[in-house]
């Protein structure tokens, strides 16, 4: 056997290394590290194999796949894209709400079985005093309409799961009438409405409308017109082109300025164009304000310059200013009679598509609560629902 003698100092022996115990300890060191892997490897073993055995293989494997899911569902399919929202609360903007309501096909042709709804649009202050009234028109027709409140946000409504209203407020803002906050409001219904896009048709309302028609009737009535209705007319006096700025022009010119009802029932398409705009919404803002009404000038102005040959010129909701004054009539209890709807139904005369008819109104206001118990009363009777 051959060794090696290492020189370490002057005048002491020399240290011997043995080479052949040198590689016996390597493969010796080595082993002491693969014992405790290869343990552990075995009890993984015997545990998976118990696993299966007891609980069965797809549910480990499904525990294993489950980590790789994404943390939020991707559109996979159409059904995603085109379903309603389920929960009207969201926490977008009004700005990103807008800007999501804008979408729209381009293809007019829709590749699944649509079934077009009306869209109804309350704007209140609180409570829904007549709704008893809306559930018995409404019963039965499900899957063609939509409902929207919008209230105060301190307002806390207490629908009962039945109810039709029941968890369909929207978030909302305080809005002030005469002011831009009444059109931004009226927006917020619009946008909201428009994320459903079944909705074809969007009415807005307020706590004191009621219907006067039953529900065939008035979904025939507006799927088959070719104009949407808001109240559209030039007032050359003080109350008309007296509230016109100079500010408005170019954009506005005055004898483009219009005057019209708050409340409206227009199609999709023009609901687009409200839901949209920022060019108009900007004049409007900055230079009609009290004694500019701009809940009265801004829609019908800008839909009458850009799509004028779509309104018919005229509203579907009826009301009284026959008494005077800065708002209409209100009804209660002692109005509520047959020949008051008399008034409302009978010898009306206007145009519908382009055509003479009787039916003018589908709509009215304003109704107090204590009209709630007649109207339940004549309802069947006389406005058919």
């Known amino acids: ?32 590290l693969l014992v405790p892997v290869l343990a552990l490897c075995i009890a993984f ?38 379903r309603p929202p389920v929960n009207l609360i969201h926490a977008m903007t009004d700005k990103e709400l807008l800007w999501r309501a804008s979408f729209a096909p381009r293809i007019k042709k829709y590749p699944f079985q649509r079934v077009p709804k009306i869209a109804f649009m309350f704007l209140t202050k609180g409570p829904l005093p007549l709704a008893p009234l809306w559930e018995k028109f409404l019963k039965g027709h499900e899957g063609l309409y939509s409902i929207y409140v919008h209230s105060l946000p301190s307002f806390q409504a ?51 409308c009621i219907p006067v028609y039953n529900f065939s009737a008035i979904y025939h009535y507006l799927m088959k017109s070719r104009h949407s209705f808001m109240g559209v007319f030039d007032d050359p006096g003080p109350y008309g082109r007296g509230r016109y700025n100079e500010n408005m022009a170019p954009l506005v010119d005055i004898t483009q300025w219009r005057k019209g009802s708050q409340w409206f029932e227009v199609h999709r398409k023009l609901a687009m164009n409200i839901v949209e705009d920022t060019m108009f919404y900007t004049k409007f803002e900055q230079f009609c304000r009290p004694a500019c009404y701009v809940d009265e000038h801004y829609f ?86």
């Open 1 to 32: 056997m051959q060794s090696r003698a290492v020189q370490l100092e002057e005048g002491k022996e020399p240290t011997v290394i043995n080479r052949t115990n040198q590689s016996k300890a390597l493969p010796f060191k080595v082993l002491q």
């Open 300 to 385: 019908p102005t800008m839909l009458t310059i850009q799509a004028g040959n779509l309104l018919a010129n005229r509203s579907i909701t009826w009301v009284d200013w026959s008494r005077g004054g800065a708002h209409p009539a209100s009804f209660g209890r002692a109005d509520i009679t047959d020949e008051f709807f008399k008034r409302i139904l009978e010898g009306q005369n206007c145009s519908y598509n382009d055509r003479s008819s009787s039916i003018c109104f589908l709509f009215a206001r304003k109704f107090a609560p204590s009209s709630l118990e007649p109207l339940l009363q004549l309802s069947t009777k006389v406005l058919g629902y």
């Open 158 to 208: 207490n629908f009962p799961p039945s109810s039709v209203f029941y968890r369909r407020q929207i978030p909302s803002q305080v809005s002030e009438w005469g002011r831009m906050s009444m059109c931004d409001a009226e927006r917020r219904l619009l946008a909201n409405a428009l994320l459903d896009i079944s909705n074809e048709w969007f009415i807005l309302l307020s706590e004191s």
């Open 45 to 82: 073993s015997v545990i998976s194999i118990y696993t299966i055995r007891h609980f069965g293989i797809s549910s480990v494997v499904t525990t294993v796949t489950s980590t790789s899911q994404p943390c939020h569902d991707e559109p996979t399919s159409l059904e995603q894209w085109i």
